[in-house]
């Protein structure tokens, strides 16, 4: 199973990221936990200064923009 952790405040660009998750999971046909990371401390402690971000399996795949489905359904396939 992955791990996939969405980091931000919760704001709708997060909340984007987090449905993109969920898709892309759906799409590769990867079984997934998704975390949503809200504590700003937390957030800066992954090394993430711009919003959202997205870890998998504790590797940064992006962060200050939202990725396409595919490109996570990439990443989630590697």
Known sequence: MKKIEVLGPGCPNCQRLEAVAREAARTAGVEAEIV??????EIVAHGILSTPGLIIDGQIRSYGRIPSVGDV???LAE
């Not at 949503?36 to 401390?41: E, I, M, S």
């Open 36 to 41: 949503h990371v809200t504590d700003p401390r």
């Open 73 to 75: 359904a990439s990443w």
